[in-house]
T-cell receptor, first 113, second 116 residues
Framework: GESVGLHLPTLSVQEGDNSIINCAYSNSASDYFIWYKQESGKGPQFIIDIRSNMDKRQGQRVTVLLNKTVKHLSLQIAATQPGDSAVYFCAENSGAGSYQLTFGKGTKLSVIP | ETGVTQTPRHLVMGMTNKKSLKCEQHLGHNAMYWYKQSAKKPLELMFVYSLEERVENNSVPSRFSPECPNSSHLFLHLHTLQPEDSALYLC???????????????FGPGTRLLVL
């Protein structure tokens, strides 16, 4: 039968542990990548971004890694907290003046207290 | 708060109704966006306005009509919608400089729309 919704990958993590959320992108021309966090009932919230001339960028408790060879992006959250529970989306921009961000389906992170 | 507000937050409408969604950004940005987020699909870009001109229209049915009267306000006019149009409608804004858009887009909380 028809799917009633997106089947999001789910990651369950114990509070205090580190989380790693992965994303594969398809456009080798993409030169800018963003991670967003979306909590229930809210819009996506910017977390961290990275350009294609970098392979790692760190923020407060978060690190984004970019592997252009295999077109893979990951978000690492250190010392995961209950407030980190949300759906996480990666997005890519193909550059060349494009306004369009292409979003992934998202990963649902559940933090176990 | 991201500096992008949307009203109403929830809307129920019949298929023959006409309604409008409103978005306002307080970030001084010059590009604004409408997205649709439904349970069945990832975030879909609908419209983009840059410097109050529509620059992208992603094959959206004509029952959705955007309006951008100035760089701080964006509307989405709705008429004769279908039940499958029920979704979360998100507004976002970003800053364009030197002909290249600043890719970071800041989102509002969305309007949850239910079409009966």
């Amino acid at each position: 039968g028809e799917s009633v919704g997106l089947h999001l990958p789910t990651l369950s993590v114990q509070e205090g542990d580190n989380s790693i959320i992965n994303c594969a992108y398809s456009n080798s021309a993409s030169d800018y990548f963003i991670w967003y966090k979306q909590e229930s009932g809210k819009g996506p919230q910017f977390i961290i971004d990275i350009r294609s001339n970098m392979d790692k960028r760190q923020g407060q408790r978060v690190t984004v890694l970019l592997n252009k060879t295999v077109k893979h992006l990951s978000l690492q959250i250190a010392a995961t907290q209950p407030g980190d529970s949300a759906v996480y989306f990666c997005a890519e921009n193909s550059g060349a003046g494009s306004y369009q961000l292409t979003f992934g389906k998202g990963t649902k992170l559940s933090v176990i207290p | 708060e991201t500096g992008v507000t949307q009203t109403p937050r929830h809307l129920v409408m019949g298929m023959t109704n006409k309604k409008s969604l409103k978005c306002e950004q307080h970030l001084g940005h010059n590009a604004m966006y409408w997205y649709k987020q439904s349970a069945k699909k990832p975030l879909e870009l609908m419209f983009v306005y840059s410097l109050e001109e529509r620059v992208e229209n992603n094959s959206v049915p004509s029952r959705f009509s955007p309006e951008c009267p100035n760089s701080s306000h964006l509307f989405l006019h709705l008429h004769t919608l279908q039940p499958e149009d029920s979704a979360l409608y998100l507004c976002a804004s970003s800053q364009q400089t030197s002909g290249r858009p600043q890719e970071t887009q800041y989102f509002g909380p969305g309007t949850r729309l239910l079409v009966l």
